[in-house]
């Protein structure tokens, strides 16, 4: 099993890239790895590492890859100057079939654009939707989709949402009919933006989906449902909020318990509870969103994931290549078409004011 790597994308430079994958290969000794990135600072990383990962280096291929997407790089410039990049490098190795997954921190936007062009879309999805999970209910987790790719969202893409939500909680975590459900402002009917009133009046009428109706925000840690559909500007802030106060609860719990002596002694005591709810609350367990929709499989890392969120990052790449994602998504979502009047217009994913120019490859 092959994946590639796009070394240069993350806030944390390639060697918390080439670190983090490292901690991936010595995890899974089925796995090798293509990194693709500027060589000097490639192999400065690899000489770097750690004696107990220097044993993983034979897996390990470097990719001289001359270009570099910045985080600030307007999608349109990275789809017609971004060729040399080694984000568009990792992506045409999954497109040619040398890699069977790519795994990037970089640019959201352009990664999501080069992704679409060089991989395509499987069935009638349109755009690709990022999928990721948040620790939720009793060591449980929920999907969100979508976090961030698609602004706003027309009823239709709400759908599509919950068709890929829905295949990859069963195929990828092994749930039997996930509850699916739409993220509003209240459970009532009547509540809620119009895109979110059709797309829920639609998902009633699918049986193949174990479709539960509206969700409140409260609902998302509560383990009220396994997958939770919502555009990608909601979406998005409920991802960041999560982690923001994830980060603080374990900041409070540290600094409450280094307070006193008397609750120094006590934290002795709860080390390994407070250990264990660390880490069911650390976002890093979670990094690794995946890019549902494409024909291939592309994983986005967190831009600011240390080698370790980096790692489940790579493993979760693993996970769907051996899971064959794309072909499940492809097969499940022909068998579960729906009739473009169902939705009204059908959503061509170029004309809508969700998505600005620069995302259309044609321009």
Request: glycine share 12%; aromatic share 4%; proline share 5%.
């Given at each position: 099993?092959r994946?590639?790597?796009?070394?240069?994308?993350?806030?944390?430079?390639?060697?918390?890239?080439?670190?983090?994958?490292a901690?991936?290969?010595?995890?899974?000794?089925?796995?090798?790895?293509?990194?693709?990135?500027?060589?000097?600072?490639?192999?400065?990383?690899?000489?770097?590492?750690?004696?107990?990962?220097?044993?993983?280096?034979?897996?390990?291929?470097?990719?001289?890859?001359?270009?570099?997407?910045?985080?600030?790089?307007?999608?349109?410039?990275?789809l017609?100057?971004?060729?040399?990049?080694?984000?568009?490098?990792?992506?045409?190795?999954?497109?040619?079939?040398?890699?069977?997954?790519?795994?990037?921190?970089?640019?959201?936007g352009?990664?999501m654009?080069?992704?679409?062009?060089?991989?395509?879309?499987?069935?009638?999805?349109?755009?690709?939707?990022?999928?990721?999970?948040?620790?939720?209910?009793?060591?449980?987790?929920?999907?969100?989709?979508?976090?961030?790719?698609?602004?706003?969202?027309?009823?239709?893409?709400?759908?599509?949402?919950?068709?890929?939500?829905?295949?990859?909680?069963?195929?990828?975590?092994?749930?039997?009919?996930?509850?699916?459900?739409?993220?509003?402002?209240?459970?009532?009917?009547?509540?809620?933006?119009?895109?979110?009133?059709?797309?829920d009046?639609?998902?009633?009428?699918?049986?193949?989906l174990?479709y539960?109706?509206?969700i409140?925000?409260d609902?998302?840690?509560?383990?009220?449902?396994?997958?939770?559909v919502?555009?990608?500007?909601?979406?998005?802030?409920?991802?960041?909020?999560?982690?923001?106060?994830?980060r603080?609860?374990?900041d409070?719990?540290?600094?409450?318990?280094?307070?006193?002596?008397?609750?120094?002694?006590?934290?002795?005591?709860?080390?390994?509870?407070?250990?264990?709810?660390?880490?069911?609350?650390?976002?890093v367990?979670?990094?690794?969103?995946?890019?549902?929709?494409?024909?291939?499989?592309?994983?986005?890392?967190?831009?600011?994931?240390?080698?370790?969120?980096?790692?489940?990052?790579?493993?979760?790449?693993?996970?769907?290549?051996?899971?064959?994602?794309?072909?499940?998504?492809?097969?499940?979502?022909?068998?579960?078409?729906?009739?473009?009047?169902?939705?009204?217009?059908?959503?061509?994913?170029?004309?809508?004011?969700?998505?600005?120019?620069?995302?259309?490859?044609?321009?």
């Amino acid at each position: 099993m092959r994946i590639a790597i796009d070394a240069m994308g993350g806030d944390l430079g390639p060697r918390a890239v080439v670190l983090g994958t490292a901690e991936a290969l010595r995890d899974d000794p089925g796995l090798s790895v293509d990194i693709y990135g500027i060589e000097d600072e490639l192999e400065a990383a690899v000489e770097r590492l750690p004696r107990p990962f220097q044993g993983v280096a034979e897996r390990l291929t470097l990719c001289h890859a001359p270009g570099v997407i910045a985080q600030a790089t307007k999608i349109s410039q990275a789809l017609r100057g971004g060729g040399d990049s080694s984000m568009a490098m990792m992506l045409e190795a999954v497109a040619s079939g040398r890699a069977a997954a790519g795994v990037s921190a970089g640019n959201t936007g352009a990664l999501m654009a080069l992704a679409r062009r060089a991989l395509g879309m499987v069935g009638d999805i349109p755009r690709p939707a990022i999928g990721t999970a948040i620790p939720s209910g009793k060591d449980g987790r929920c999907y969100i989709i979508d976090m961030g790719a698609n602004v706003e969202a027309p009823a239709r893409r709400l759908v599509d949402f919950a068709r890929m939500g829905d295949v990859m909680a069963r195929h990828v975590d092994g749930i039997e009919r996930p509850r699916v459900a739409l993220l509003n402002v209240g459970v009532e009917a009547t509540k809620g933006p119009d895109s979110v009133r059709e797309a829920d009046t639609v998902l009633r009428t699918m049986p193949s989906l174990n479709y539960i109706g509206f969700i409140e925000g409260d609902g998302l840690f509560a383990g009220a449902a396994d997958v939770v559909v919502c555009d990608g500007f909601v979406g998005n802030i409920v991802l960041k909020a999560s982690e923001g106060l994830a980060r603080m609860l374990v900041d409070r719990f540290q600094a409450t318990f280094a307070a006193h002596w008397g609750s120094r002694l006590v934290s002795l005591l709860a080390r390994p509870a407070l250990l264990r709810v660390k880490r069911q609350l650390d976002p890093v367990r979670y990094n690794g969103a995946s890019l549902l929709g494409l024909s291939g499989i592309v994983i986005k890392s967190h831009g600011r994931a240390n080698a370790q969120g980096f790692a489940f990052a790579v493993s979760r790449a693993a996970q769907e290549i051996r899971m064959n994602l794309p072909a499940q998504l492809a097969h499940e979502l022909r068998q579960s078409a729906i009739p473009s009047a169902a939705c009204g217009r059908r959503d061509s994913g170029l004309a809508t004011r969700s998505i600005p120019d620069e995302y259309n490859p044609q321009r």
